[in-house]
Nanobody
Framework: EVQLQASGGGSVQAGGSLRLSCAAS????????IGWFRQAPGKEREGVSC????????YYADSVKGRFTISRDNAKNTVYLQMNDLTVEDTGVYYC??????????????WGQGTQVTVSS
């Protein structure tokens, strides 16, 4: 019954931008933190960014700080990830996940199916 649907991925050249969306249903959206994670071929899944359910605090991996921006629209039950100045290292499948307070790989309760991001040089 709980669904997280990631969308907005695509193919872009290095230096370009993409805007990902995570639409949630079947959960109390305001009570959940939403995080973005990615997995590149041959590598483990890693955290990219997270926005909290309480004070709206945001967190970013060092590799994306200054380039990515996470935001949420509670009225639309949607979280966004604006990705600017993309590099080939940003290539991977991007997943959104929901959890209490702050979401990590270990604490995530729900996962979406992901959207592919491909950055070419």
């Amino acid at each position: 019954e709980v669904q997280l649907q990631a969308s907005g991925g695509g193919s872009v050249q290095a230096g370009g931008s993409l805007r990902l969306s995570c639409a949630a249903s079947g959960l109390s959206f305001d009570d959940h933190a939403i995080g973005w994670f990615r997995q590149a071929p041959g590598k483990e899944r890693e955290g990219v960014s997270c926005i909290s359910s309480s004070d709206g605090s945001t967190y970013y991996a060092d590799s994306v700080k200054g380039r990515f921006t996470i935001s949420r629209d509670n009225a639309k039950n949607t979280v966004y990830l604006q990705m600017n100045d993309l590099t080939v290292e940003d290539t991977g499948v991007y997943y959104c996940a929901a959890g209490p307070g702050i979401v990590t790989i270990a604490t995530a309760h729900y996962w979406g199916q992901g959207t592919q991001v491909t950055v070419s040089s």
